[in-house]
């Protein structure tokens, strides 16, 4: 179980915003709301909010793979919490800065999102 909640905040290199808001929480006392009696780690400001459960000392590694800036190990560890980085440039940008793309569908069922970054390198940004 996590002792305390931790934050961070990754700058988008481009304009200064937030480009992705981590908060990781530990849980609750059960009963002040769904999923709240369970550790987890959340990302907000790039694409609507992503949760992640699991682990205490999972969690709190990808938390700090992020808050390090060592955006390759946590994209093994989670690709999705880490879309907003721009693997080509090196640089982090928030979702006003890129061009994101329509979602793509295989036989009708949502598949991925893609996004082209400021510099014109397109990579998935959601899957």
């Keep these: 179980m996590l002792a305390h909640s931790r934050h961070f905040v990754a700058v988008c290199d481009r304009c200064g915003r937030a480009a992705a808001e981590f908060s990781l ?6 009963g002040e709301g769904p999923f709240q009696d369970r550790d987890r780690l959340e990302r907000t400001d790039f694409m ?5 459960f699991g682990d205490a000392e999972e969690l709190a590694a990808l938390f700090d793979m992020v808050c390090r800036g060592d955006y390759g190990a946590a994209r093994g560890a989670d690709a999705d919490f880490v879309a907003f980085h721009c693997w080509e440039c090196g640089k982090n940008y928030c979702q ?25 390198h397109e990579q998935m940004v959601d899957d």
């Design 48 to 52: 609507g909010a992503v949760t992640r």
């Design 96 to 120: 006003a800065c890129w061009q994101i793309g329509p979602p793509v569908f295989d036989e009708g069922f949502y598949d991925y999102t893609l996004g082209t970054c400021p510099v014109g």
């Design 25 to 30: 929480l530990p849980a609750s006392v059960k």
